[in-house]
């Protein structure tokens, strides 16, 4: 049985999480993770060097979005 597949064209976007701490600086992710009943993932901050963990979450990510039909 043949599979079926759809193509939808998205909008790319990266989402980035802002510095609590400077409000300037991106908080990128070290690769370094805690898990215990969630993972926590360790970010640093370009600007400022600030370290926080979010939980289940590591940034910056990418989200899709579809691509309304303008013509509609
Ligand atoms: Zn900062």
Redesign the pocket.
């Known amino acids: 049985m043949a599979q079926q597949t759809l193509r939808t064209k998205v909008e790319t976007y990266r989402i980035d999480k802002k510095?609590e701490?400077?409000k300037?600086?991106i908080m990128y992710s070290t690769g370094r993770g805690i898990t215990q009943w969630h993972s926590y993932w360790e970010h640093k901050?370009d600007?400022?060097g600030?370290i926080e963990s979010y939980e289940n979450i590591s940034y910056p990510y990418t989200e899709y979005v579809d691509v309304k039909n303008k013509n509609k």
């Open positions: 510095c701490n400077c300037k600086g901050c600007g400022c600030h």
